[in-house]
């Protein structure tokens, strides 16, 4: 065991969720009240262009809302705080390489479905660009 301090698991809620599979990776490194949890959407589409308004942030609390249950679920199944789970909006690299600086964490865990050939050559992968700049260890689980 590494000895990993606080663990920042980054999730990807949707149809594939494979949130479970990696918090079970992160339980194996540490214990619940260390692991965090992080979900990352794009800011809402306001019309307004690069301006946000009242309109922006009542969308992201809707957002908040409807994402907030699942991320609850899958922590309480696994004993981890709901004072540890993190939606933020923006570019998912930057907003995760946020929050590891703001929760002090010295390991991040993310998925990654393998891709292969041409798909793999152009497609530039949110994994890989995470894993390339990571201020932490970074251990990327294959989906």
Do not use: W
């Amino acid at each position: 065991m590494a000895g990993y301090r606080k663990v920042l698991v980054a999730l990807e809620l949707g149809k594939d969720n494979h949130g479970a599979l990696l918090i079970a990776k992160a339980l194996e490194l540490t214990t619940a009240p260390n692991i965090h949890i992080a979900h990352i959407e794009s800011h809402p589409v306001t019309g307004l262009g690069d301006m946000t308004g009242h309109n922006h942030v009542a969308n992201e609390t809707h957002i908040r809302q409807q994402i907030f249950p699942d991320l609850n679920a899958l922590a309480s199944n696994n004993t981890i705080p709901s004072t540890n789970l993190h939606i933020a909006f923006g570019d998912p690299t930057d907003e995760l390489y946020r929050c590891l600086e703001n929760l002090g964490c010295d390991l991040l865990v993310i998925g990654h479905h393998s891709r292969s050939g041409l798909v793999a050559s152009l497609f530039h992968t949110t994994a890989s660009d995470i894993v390339s700049r990571a201020p932490t260890d970074t251990l990327v689980i294959r989906l």
